[in-house]
């Protein structure tokens, strides 16, 4: 399966300089596209990250609060992007792209 490493932080008191105060009851969907949106702007492979964002991790953890995310949470979308035999590749991107949301989010 596809290895965790510091992929996660605590969400408690989650907080944003640039976008003000985020409190744990905000959608983890809610949160991710004003992520996109605000850090990844400019970034040209915004809507692929946009894209892997939808069809792999809003599914298992879009609808939960930001507080409510746990890290078995997370490496659960992991584990599912491995058992579908998605390429290291492919993987590797979705978890770079869960952790840049959640370190955004502290």
């Not at 609808?63 to 998605?86: M, T």
Request: include cysteine.
């Amino acid at each position: 399966l596809f290895p965790y490493t510091t992929l996660f932080r605590s969400t408690k008191e989650v907080t944003s300089d640039e976008l003000g105060t985020i409190n744990n009851e905000m959608k983890v969907d809610d949160w991710a596209e004003l992520a996109f949106n605000t850090y990844k702007k400019n970034n040209s492979g915004l809507n692929a990250m946009k894209s892997r964002y939808k069809n792999y991790v809003s599914p298992f953890i879009g609808s939960y609060s930001v507080g409510r995310v746990s890290p078995i949470h997370l490496q659960n979308i992991l584990n599912d992007c491995a058992e579908k035999e998605l390429s290291y590749s492919h993987c590797d991107k979705l978890r770079q792209e869960i952790r840049f949301i959640f370190q955004k989010a502290l």
